[in-house]
């Protein structure tokens, strides 16, 4: 077993494209780091230099201590799982297993003795003489980590594996993944562009944007406290609401109350997540910050609802303006079954200790 370090790793794609940007990270040994960020950021890139499949354009990774820049993937010890699961179409499922072992040479009872143990870890016994094509997606996914199992590598690495599943089996397959992780306490890095599944997996989260990282941190410091804007968007479902503070014009009454002693700073943007919000007047006293809004959407999803709701005040109101349909849309998450109408006024407040503030210009967060 071994940990990965990235050392300022760079990657210009020869038509010039700079798809990573200088990263470095030290995954320790038995972790399991997922990089999440956003279609284009440079995820697979990233992996793929890392699994020896991309040449590195400067920077170097480790891997149990040794410098792999130019060995070949085999020889790194690693194990890739892909979202298109890349079996042999033509080979059994104990074929498929079988093969890169047989390929290294090694004695028969040991591929034997391998199989069994990761039949056995994964539930697949039942289909080890189909071929793919006879498999579910589901079941050619797990043939697919079994596949990396057997190989009993140094770390694993995670290439969106879980993309091509419908919803619920991707949930089932999540948990799965975390469980023989956990067991087998190999040092694994998943790319996804999910944040559910990056926040789900990860023992340490690193949000990737334009080929930098933005943050590093469990799921829950990241959570709780994003370091930059972009995270504060990424991170989270629905998103954080995030209101740029243009002077006096906020959209929130009583704004001093956000900062006392009333100096509302300029260029900055205001964040509050949809749980922090609540509605006045529901075991709420208006006591707080307040936003006026007029409902714009309803979405009932059974244990909660969420409302949105735009700017609806009248411009005249101390401490901060209100200027109608001015501002962002704003969440804000309700316990149980809500009836709400289109249209409908409410009075919204938020607790100030659970607000988050940014610079608009840099996008970092501010303490
Ligand atoms: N082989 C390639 N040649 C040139 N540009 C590439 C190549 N592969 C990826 N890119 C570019 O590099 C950037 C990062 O891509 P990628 O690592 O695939 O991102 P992600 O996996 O996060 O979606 C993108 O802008 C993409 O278009
Ligand atoms: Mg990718």
Redesign the pocket.
């Known amino acids: 077993m071994a940990g990965i370090t990235l050392t300022d790793v760079r990657?210009t794609?020869?038509?010039g494209?700079e798809?990573?940007k200088g990263i470095s990270l030290d995954i320790p040994d038995g972790d399991f780091t997922v990089l999440v960020?956003?279609?284009?950021?440079?995820?697979?890139?990233?992996?793929?230099m890392v699994a020896g499949l991309?040449a590195i354009t400067s920077g170097t990774v480790s891997i149990g201590g040794r410098v792999v820049n130019d060995l070949e993937p085999a020889d790194r010890d690693i194990a890739m799982v892909f979202q298109n699961y890349a079996l042999y179409p033509h080979m059994t499922v104990r074929g498929n297993l079988a093969y890169g072992l047989k390929n290294r040479k090694m004695p028969a009872p040991e591929i034997e003795r391998r199989i069994e143990a990761a039949a056995k870890a994964l539930e697949i016994h039942a289909f080890l003489d189909r071929r793919p094509g006879q498999l579910s997606g589901g079941q050619r996914q797990r043939v697919a980590m079994g596949r990396a199992i057997v190989r009993e590598p140094a770390a694993f690495l995670f290439?969106?594996p879980l993309s091509n599943l419908d919803a619920k089996l991707r949930v089932q397959m999540r948990a799965e993944i975390r469980r023989l992780q956990a067991r087998l306490a190999t040092t694994s890095l998943y790319?996804t562009?999910d944040q559910l599944e990056a926040m789900t997996l990860a023992d340490r989260l690193v949000v990737?944007n334009g080929?930098l990282i933005e943050q590093v941190g469990t799921p829950i410091e990241v959570y709780e406290k994003p370091a930059s804007l972009f995270v504060a968007s990424f991170i989270g479902s629905p998103a954080m609401n995030l209101v740029p503070l243009e002077g006096a014009v906020t959209g929130i009454r009583h704004l001093d109350r956000v900062f006392p002693g009333g100096r509302i700073p300029t260029g900055a943007v205001l964040g509050v997540r949809p749980e922090h919000m609540s509605v006045v007047g529901e075991g709420t006293p208006a006591s707080g910050p307040l936003l006026d809004l007029a409902i714009t959407a309803i979405e009932a999803v059974g244990a909660e609802t969420y409302i949105y709701g735009a700017f609806a005040g009248d411009g005249t109101t101390a401490g901060g303006i209100v200027a109608a349909g001015r501002g962002p849309e704003i969440a804000v998450r309700m316990p149980g079954h809500v009836r709400r109408q289109l249209g409908e006024r409410v009075l919204v407040t938020f607790d100030p200790a659970q607000s988050h503030l940014f610079d608009a210009r840099s996008g970092r967060r501010i303490d």
Do not use: F, I, M, N
């Not at 960020?37 to 793929?48: N, Y």
């Open positions: 990657k794609y020869p038509g494209q798809a990573v960020g956003p279609s284009g950021c440079g995820k697979s890139t990233l992996l793929r991309e290439d969106e790319v562009h990737l080929g």
